[in-house]
């Protein structure tokens, strides 16, 4: 079963900005779409971003967009988020999580998860 492993969360003021890094092993992702989940408790869990297999497609959640990009390298098994001007609102523990479909994130067809990685915004 692939394997992810997310890091690069943190401790940020407002406005400013972190990478979060989702690193696959036992597999490749090259089959894989990879989306980034954001979990807050008392919420539901939300869908933030996404990138099909090949990259060419990307989706982000409205509250994210024109802040947050994702990109992925299939060569170094690894897909990245990189935020920017960091909101308190997005304070959250973020997780990446792999749908074998290839094309889009369905949270219903997750295969495989990371353990997540915690990102505070506060001053």
């Known amino acids: 079963q692939l394997q992810l492993v997310d890091s690069g969360g943190g401790l940020v003021q407002p406005g400013g900005s972190l990478t979060l890094s989702c690193k696959a092993s036992?597999?490749?992702?090259?089959?894989?779409?990879i989306g980034w989940y954001r979990q807050v408790p008392g919420k539901e869990r939300e869908g933030v971003s996404c990138?099909?297999?090949?990259?060419?497609?990307?989706r982000f959640v409205d509250s994210v967009k024109d802040r947050f990009t994702i990109s992925r390298d299939n060569a170094q098994n690894t897909v990245w988020m990189q935020m920017h001007n960091l909101q308190p609102e997005d304070t959250g523990v973020y997780f990446c999580?792999?749908?074998?479909?290839?094309?889009?994130?369905?949270?219903?067809?997750?295969?495989?998860r990371g353990q997540g990685t915690q990102v505070t915004v506060s001053s």
């Open positions: 990138i099909s297999s090949r990259g060419d497609k990307t």
């Open positions: 999580a792999a749908d074998p479909g290839g094309s889009e994130c369905r949270p219903y067809a997750i295969s495989s």
């Open positions: 036992k597999y490749t992702i090259d089959l894989f779409a």
